[in-house]
Structure formats: C-alpha cells, structure tokens
C-alpha cells in the first residue's frame, strides 16, 4: 500500500481529487506537478510541502518560483522537472496529466521504481507496449484509476487465470450528445459538448465523451491492461453511470462494480489496493436509483470507438496515431477552429498518414504523434 505518493497533473480535475484522498489516508505528498495553473499549485505546495514541484511552462514555474520562495519546496520547470518530480522515488505515482504529455513521465516513475496508478490513459493508448515492458522489467504495478478499469481489476479480484475470463464489458454514459443521429451533430456547439450528465471532468476528456473518442481510447487501455483482444471487450451504453464496468466469465457469470459517479473511489483503490478504507463517497442506493439501462452504442454516430478499435487491431503505431489526431482535433474544436465531426475524420484521416510497422520505438511514437497533429492541422485548418 501507498505511504508516499507523487501527483502529476495535481491541479487538474483527477489531481485535486487525488490530494483530497492522499490528505484523507495520511499520505506523505512528496511531488506534485502543472502545467501553468500556478495559483492552484501553490495552494497545495503550501498544504502538503512536497519536497519537489514542477510546472511545464517555464514562465509559470518561474512566477511560481518567486511565490513560493518561503516554504521549502524545490520549484523545477519545464518537461524535464516534470520527470524530474516522476522520478521522486515515492511509493506510487498517480499519473493525472491530460494527453500525451503524460507519457515520458509514466516512463520516467517506472524507471524510478514507483508504482503507477494511472489516469492518463493517453500514456497507454499511445505507448502500450513500451510501457507495460518497462513494467515489468521492473516489476511494478500500474494500477487504474480510470473507473471502468478500476471496475473491472475489482471485478477481477479472485479471477483465477485469463482461461476463466469470456469477455469484459465497459459501460458509458454516451455522453451529452446520446440518441442523437449524425445529422443532428454536425453543428453542435463548444458549450453543448461540454455539459456532461453525470461526471465533472477537465475539458479534454469531457468533449472525448461526447464524440465518445473516450470509449475507444478505453477500449484500447482495457486491451493493454488486461491483455484482452479487442475483440473480446464490449461496449454498453448505461445511462446512468452506477455499473461501472463488467466481466463475463466462461460459465456466464457476470462480475461488476457499482457506485455512485465518484472518482475519489477509484482513485482510493488504486492507492490502498489490496486493502479497502473507509471513503466520504456517498453511498449507492439502489432503490432510489430505480431503473439502471443498458444499450448498445450507435457505433455509426459515434465512429471514434470502433476506429479506435481498429487501431488496435492493426497495431503498431496505428494507436499513437488516433490519439494523436484526437488530442490535435479536440484542441481544435475548443478552441473553435473546426466543428464537432471534423474529430471522427480526423481520426479517420490519421490511418492515411501512419508508418505501417509491428514493432516501434519510444522516438517512432514520439514522431508519429507530431506528425500526425501537423497532418491534422493542416486537412482541417
Ligand atoms: P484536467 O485538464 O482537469 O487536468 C490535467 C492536468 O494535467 C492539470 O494538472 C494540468 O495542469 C496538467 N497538464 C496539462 N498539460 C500538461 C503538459 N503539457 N505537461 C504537464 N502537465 C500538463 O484533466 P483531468 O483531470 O480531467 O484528466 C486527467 C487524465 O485523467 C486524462 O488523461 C483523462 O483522460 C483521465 N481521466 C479523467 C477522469 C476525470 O474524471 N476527470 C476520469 C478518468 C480518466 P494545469 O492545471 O496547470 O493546466
Ligand atoms: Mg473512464
């Protein structure tokens, strides 16, 4: 179990749920690290004097810097104090950065022996086998705290072998946009997709649930994860977010886990895991949740999932490059440059420009995710 914990990504949705956690259970906070939000990072500098800081942006972690000059936590910046703060040495690191930029770090924590809970599925989707390798080189842990991960490792708890295991089954909420025809999203605005009905998020993930690119990116984790097929891992729309994810074994035995929408229980598992601890998360009540649903996803409408799950099948840097043209594309949108379905044909547009290989290195994922963005910028600008 986790004593020391480093948060990378702090200031963001999963991060400050994360210090909320690590502040609950005693855990020594040893690193925290942003990208430019400096108000919110000194904040916590202030509440859990980590040895280490970091702050992608130079500017910001220069300002941050001269703000906290009077405790006696160590300010680096840029990437490089990024890995720097992965590298602290702490029992786990949970990694809550958004996007690919999450990556080195990942790599860098494993490096340093820590355990990860991860969040940054990107780091997954993009990296897979590099990063499950040095895991295991070093015989380290990652651990989800995506909840329909963190659902099934629960749900797996007991699992005496893969042979037992038939299929797993993700749910979704399918987003705002759910019930809605093509059609009808073409002209979908920034604000309209950023209203998410059951889960508070940063804006990146928020809009991957509406073009629901955030099931597909799942899939993908769930299949590194778990070490399933695609083919074997299913997708169910449930509305209301309460079964977080399922197993099917051999003898048709179904294995879920339920809750109410609350990332501080996944976050929690994945650092007290094997053990279970009291949590401020509410309490399910079935009865006054009445009704759960469940439906299959418009798999039409919603083409990111199954060119997601293309992209594994295909391999190599096929992954790499969907989320690529994903994190390009979704900037894009938020920013106002291009509309709602131009991020399914930029994903699409992503297989065109891929290099077909079996085997890649950390540089060719590195190289596929620039190239793939400059592709994207320039078929949509
Ligand atoms: P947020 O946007 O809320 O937070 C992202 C964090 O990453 C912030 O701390 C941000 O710093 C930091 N960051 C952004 N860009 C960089 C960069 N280039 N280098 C270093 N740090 C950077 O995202 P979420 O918390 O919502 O999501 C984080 C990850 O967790 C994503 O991969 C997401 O898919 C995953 N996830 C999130 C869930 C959720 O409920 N939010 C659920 C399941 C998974 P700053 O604040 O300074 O910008
Ligand atoms: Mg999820």
Not at 89 to 118: H, R
Not at 261 to 272: C, E, K, S
């Amino acid at each position: 179990m986790t004593k020391t914990l480093a948060v990378l990504g702090s200031t963001g949705s999963i991060g400050v749920q994360a210090l909320e956690v690590a502040e609950l259970m005693g855990f020594e906070v040893q690193a925290l690290t942003a990208n430019s939000r400096t108000d919110i990072i000194e904040e916590q500098i202030r509440k859990f004097a980590p040895k280490i800081a970091a702050v992608a942006d130079e500017k910001a972690a220069a300002d941050l810097k001269i703000r906290v000059a009077d405790t006696s936590t160590k300010i680096l910046a840029g990437k490089q104090g990024v890995e720097e703060c992965a590298r602290c040495g702490a029992d786990t690191v949970l990694n809550s950065i958004v996007g690919i930029a999450g990556l080195a770090p990942t790599l860098a924590a494993i490096d340093a022996g820590s355990n990860i809970a991860l969040a940054n599925k990107e780091t997954l989707v993009a990296g897979g086998k590099i990063v499950l390798d040095a895991a295991e080189k070093k015989g380290i842990s990652i651990l989800p705290v995506d909840s329909e991960h963190s659902a099934i490792f629960q749900s797996l708890q007991g699992c005496q072998g893969k042979s037992q295991i038939k299929r797993l089954i993700l749910t979704a909420s399918g987003g705002p946009f759910f019930g809605k025809k093509k059609e009808e999203l073409e002209n979908v605005t920034i604000e309209q997709a950023l209203n998410h009905p059951n889960w508070s998020m940063g804006a990146k993930i928020t809009i991957d649930s509406a073009t629901m690119m955030n099931k597909g990116l799942e899939l993908i984790e769930a299949a590194w994860l778990f070490g399933m097929k695609a083919a074997d891992i299913d997708i169910l729309v449930h509305r209301q977010s309460i079964v977080h994810s399922l197993v099917e074994y051999v003898d048709n035995s179904v294995i879920a886990q339920l809750g109410v929408p609350d990332m501080r229980i996944p976050i929690q598992y994945a650092l007290t895991y094997p053990d279970r601890f009291v949590s401020p998360v509410k309490q399910l009540d079935l009865a006054q949740a009445a009704t759960l649903t469940f439906e299959k996803p418009d798999y039409e409408t919603f083409a990111c999932i199954n060119l997601c799950r293309k992209a594994f099948e295909m391999g190599g840097l096929y992954p790499a490059a969907v989320n690529a043209a994903n994190e390009k594309a979704n900037e894009l949108f938020r920013n106002g440059k291009i509309r709602f379905l131009d991020i399914p044909r930029a994903v699409e547009a992503a297989f065109d420009y891929t290099a077909d290989v079996s085997d890649y290195t950390l540089e060719q994922v590195f190289e596929t995710d620039s190239l793939i963005r400059s592709e994207t910028e320039r078929l949509f600008i």
